[in-house]
């Protein structure tokens, strides 16, 4: 039985149904991640034996007729910045080599509350610090549909596993677009919610204020229900946010009559053709089932990506302080201290993160506050109010995801060229707003595209209820990555 | 030193500016920003979690016991209360900051503009605070011969750091003012301020400039002032130096100063130049602290009465020399007891009851080592041996006898007056029938005095009438009847 490509609800359903054991299901799995991921490289570490004990006891559960997690059973794998008990959570960073935790991020429990099996961790760029995961200190991880270009970045390892089928869905994390560009390179659904509807406790933090994790999943019923076991308030988070959760499978009505979808033009001057032809043709798909055109300006849009690489790195040199070789991770040793930090920090981290210290270290320095870091809050209270606005006139702003498909390893050869990659999905998390990238086709080489919708605050419904049409009309279908035994 | 002028030389020509930052720690149950307990002497790391240790994906709650007792001290102080406060990060590199920055307050902290009445002499000197703002602690270092320990049970423990203008004019006052805030923070109970467990530190910033000169002089920063017997050495130590590197021709430089209380000096520590850019900026792992109305009310509801409005209330009202005054009001327990006393006395028996607890009480409280908050006599108690005295019904003599009868057993005071016929005797018949005898069986005294002006025999009589009374004897009325005896 080919189970690898397997939805997340048809998983569970099997089980529950003891058509399959979830130990056959791990089983395969890892089979097929021994098969295949020495090709792709989605994976940091595969924890066989934690996998199986789960599995193991999701079936006696099953078999003493215990009731069952909505995702009993379900394979998953986990962006290696969400913080694993007992498993090496590395952030695919040298300074945390080895380092063992002892807790479980917040999403990793629920996940494991729900029945869900964590079956490893998955690569990314150090940090979440990148748009291609080539910044991982560990491997590169390659995009299944085309093995010599990157899988996006920074969740690269959640997107590849998720198209590749080395798992039923992952969990990413979005600081900047971290989930839903890799999402577009690779084919598959990725979901960020708002900013505080689910917890950081346990993500290794980037960027404080825009971070928030997300699933990355091959449907977007798929996404809706691993949004269901993660979403909600949760007291050891003080961003969280403290509102009630809808039921996301409900969201998926396939009706999209009346809807009012906006058209920023700021999001449609640069990309590339094929890019262009597959949202017109998105945008058809929706107009012919009801929905309702809206030509929109977010005139603040090309103040994003400064704003956003003054916030972003600033948090990040204040969040990335505590890697000191003092407590966990690496140590070198040196004489004196000062000498033990500098060796320590100049061996553990790769070139974008000191980078990006340095900039961040930057803008927070006395006197330059006021011109960067507190300059840059303020454009994004005008960014958030061109979406306030922007939402009296639509109920949800679709854009390209990123200007172009996946690119070739080393494509981007300056860090500008690779911020530029994140054009379109900055503003969403500088505004704390929900998004989502859904497939809407392939290039003529074969490539996905996706295509990104925005809604207002905790309005995670209406992404799945527009994405799910969208899923249906212009979706990938079948369509699996060629040459990894995919094709089904 | 040898020197050609004292301080108190030098001080005529220059005035010395001193400001104090004094960090007391709030007493909660729990850390400020996780649920880990804070203990006193506790073995080493013992009191941690992962959030204490810096781990990564931790995230600070701020723990809202912290927020009452500050307010209290902003209440007690006449602060203004910022409704929003906000926490920053300070960032530096030390072994014992697990985060690489302290959550503390900067340009928004929860206090401004506060005062505290510090008595001095028999007055009191209003000394102004320019800010209370919260902060967590950071751990401790100790250097055992080559290496370096860290404990981090201090680090994540609440602190309220209080920043006076600089207008305190002499060490004296300074002292003073520590003596005042560690006596407030103790009465409104907020923290235990025991200097010794670190629990109140002091650093001073210390400057000279001639007197008359507007301009203030370079200050420094003296650490490490954990006793109150150093503050005023410290200081003037300080001052002193100075004075004379001014007068010798130097300049003072900006710098901070590490007091040793062992050699009576300070050294060193390290200048501005090397001083860290602490790169503040605003939390956003934490919303901003908001003080609302129906806090504030709680807070206002449940303030005592302050210790300088009842040193003021003291003498106004009670007629207490201000000495017995400030006595009274070092210790919140021993101002409540004397409250309560002159509460249960129903005449204003304000002046006498302060002797009787000054002097009888913590005289038998002293003698067994008995804190007010256990003296095994009530304050209505110790009012209705007063009454007796004030009303006659026995004398002050007598009273001792009484007070320490019943402070040893309980028995009510007037029951041991008439179980033992302790009553004073004012009935002149009475006492001259006494007076007659003791005269009489004395010739060679009496004529002594009478013929002979030896006047110190009176007392001899006196004591001879007393002792044919137990001491019961009215000594007014006594001593008019004796002068009427002896003819003069």
Not at chain 2, 245 to 263: M, P, Q, S
Not at chain 2, 362 to 387: C, E, F, Q, W, Y
Request: net charge negative.
């Amino acid at each position: 039985m080919t189970t690898q490509f397997w939805s997340v609800a048809d998983t569970a359903r099997r089980i529950a149904a003891g058509e399959i054991t979830a130990a056959q299901i791990v089983d395969a799995m890892i089979a097929r991640i021994r098969a295949v991921d020495d090709v792709i490289g989605a994976y940091l570490a595969v924890d066989e034996d934690g996998a199986r004990a789960a599995a193991e006891e999701v079936d006696r559960q099953r078999a003493a007729n215990a009731p069952l997690g909505p995702l009993a059973g379900v394979p998953i794998a986990l962006k290696d910045v969400l913080v694993t008990r007992g498993l090496a959570t590395t952030a695919a960073s040298r300074i945390l080599e080895g380092w063992i935790p002892p807790y479980d991020a917040h999403v990793v429990e629920r996940l494991r509350a729900a029945g869900a099996i964590v079956l490893g961790k998955v690569n990314c760029d150090e940090f979440a610090m990148g748009s291609s995961t080539e910044n991982s200190a560990y491997q590169p991880t390659r995009n299944p549909w085309d093995l010599s270009r990157v899988p996006g970045g920074s969740s690269g390892g959640s997107s590849a596993a998720v198209a590749a089928g080395l798992c039923a869905a992952s969990l990413g994390t979005d600081t900047g677009g971290s989930i839903r560009q890799p999402a577009a390179f690779c084919g598959v659904v990725g979901l960020k919610p708002t900013y505080g509807r689910v917890s950081r406790w346990g993500v290794v933090a980037f960027a404080s204020s825009l971070d928030q994790v997300g699933p990355l999943t091959r449907s977007v019923a798929d996404a809706a229900l691993m949004l269901q076991a993660i979403a909600g308030f949760d007291p050891r988070d003080s961003t969280s946010l403290d509102a009630a959760v809808p039921s996301y499978a409900d969201a998926m009505t396939g009706d999209v009559r009346g809807l009012r979808v906006g058209l920023p033009q700021e999001y449609f001057e640069a990309m590339d053709d094929e890019i262009r032809a597959a949202l017109r043709r998105t945008v058809a798909a929706l107009v012919e089932r009801g929905a309702e055109l809206v030509d929109l300006s977010l005139p603040h849009t090309a103040h994003a990506l400064p704003a956003y690489y003054l916030v972003a790195p600033a948090e990040a040199s204040s969040n990335l302080a505590r890697f000191d070789g003092v407590r966990y991770g690496l140590r070198v040793e040196a004489p004196d201290l000062l000498d033990m930090y500098a060796r320590t920090r100049g061996a553990g981290f790769g070139p974008e993160v000191k980078r990006r210290i340095m900039i961040g270290s930057y803008a927070l320095r006395s006197g330059y506050y006021d011109a960067y870091y507190k300059k840059a809050q303020q454009v994004r209270t005008l960014i958030k109010r061109d979406f306030d606005h922007a939402f009296q006139y639509c109920d949800v702003v679709l854009t390209p995801t990123t200007p172009t498909p996946a690119f070739a390893f080393g494509a981007k050869s300056t860090p500008m060229d690779m911020y530029l990659a994140d054009v379109f999905t900055l503003s969403c998390n500088l505004a704390g707003l929900p998004g989502i990238s859904v497939p809407c086709g392939l290039t003529g080489e074969g490539l996905p595209i996706g295509v990104q919708l925005l809604a207002r605050p905790l309005d995670e419904v209406t992404l799945l209820r527009v994405g799910g049409v969208i899923e249906a009309a212009v979706g990938l279908g079948d369509r699996r990555p060629p040459g990894i035994g995919g094709a089904a | 030193m040898t020197s050609p002028r004292d301080l108190a030389g030098l001080l005529e020509e220059w005035e010395p500016v001193i400001g104090l930052e004094v960090h007391v720690q709030l007493a909660t149950a729990s850390k400020i920003f996780s649920p880990s307990a804070i203990a006193f002497g506790a073995e080493p790391n013992s009191l941690t979690d992962p959030l204490v240790m810096g781990m990564p994906g931790t995230l600070p709650v701020f723990n809202r016991a912290v927020l009452a007792l500050a307010l209290k001290l902003g209440v007690a102080t006449s602060s203004q209360i910022r409704a929003r406060s906000r926490f920053a990060r300070k960032h530096y590199f030390y072994p014992d900051l697990p985060k690489g920055y302290q959550i503390s307050q900067f340009d928004e902290p929860l206090c401004e503009n506060g005062h505290l009445d510090v008595i001095i002499g028999g007055d009191l000197k209003r000394i102004k605070l320019s800010r209370i703002h919260l902060e967590e602690d950071a751990g401790k270092t100790t250097h055992v011969g080559a290496s370096s320990h860290v404990d981090l049970n201090r680090a994540g423990v609440p602190l309220v750091e209080v920043v006076t203008a600089p207008e305190i004019g002499s060490s004296a006052e300074a002292g003073e003012f520590l003596r005042s805030l560690h006596r407030l923070v103790r009465w409104l109970d907020i923290s235990e301020a025991d200097m010794e467990k670190g629990q109140l530190r002091c650093d001073a910033n210390v400057s000279v400039r001639l007197r008359g000169e507007d301009r203030l002089g370079t200050r420094t920063e003296l650490k490490n002032i954990n006793s109150f017997r150093f503050v005023e050495n410290a200081i003037d130590s300080e001052i002193a130096r100075q004075i004379r590197l001014i007068e010798a021709g130097g300049r003072v430089t900006r710098e901070t100063r590490l007091w040793d209380a062992e050699r009576g000096q300070s050294q060193p520590m390290r200048s501005k130049e090397e001083a860290n850019d602490y790169r503040y900026f605003p939390d956003p792992d934490l919303p901003p602290l908001v003080v609302d109305g129906p806090i504030m009310g709680e807070i206002l509801k449940h303030l005592p009465e302050l210790p300088s409005a009842r040193f003021d209330r003291y003498q106004r009202i009670h007629g207490v020399s201000s000495d017995d005054a400030r006595t009274l009001v070092g210790d919140r327990a021993l101002a409540d007891y004397y409250d309560a006393a002159v509460a249960a006395h129903p005449g204003e028996g304000g002046r006498m009851i302060a002797n009787w607890v000054l002097t009888e009480l913590l005289g038998a409280l002293n003698a067994s080592d008995t804190p007010i908050a256990k003296a095994p006599m009530r304050p209505h108690t110790l009012a209705a041996l007063v009454v007796l005295v004030e009303n006659g019904t026995i004398s002050g003599k007598i009273g001792k006898e009484v007070f320490e009868e019943s402070y040893r057993t309980g028995e009510a005071p007037a029951a041991i007056v008439e179980r033992r016929g302790l009553q004073q005797i004012s009935d002149p018949a009475a006492l001259w029938e006494v007076i007659d005898r003791v005269v009489g069986a004395n010739p060679k005294q009496a004529e002594a005095y009478t013929v002979g002006g030896k006047d110190g025999l009176f007392g001899f009589f006196v004591g001879g009438v007393m002792k044919e009374t137990k001491g019961r004897a009215n000594p007014v009325i006594t001593s008019d009847l004796l002068h009427k005896r002896l003819g003069r």
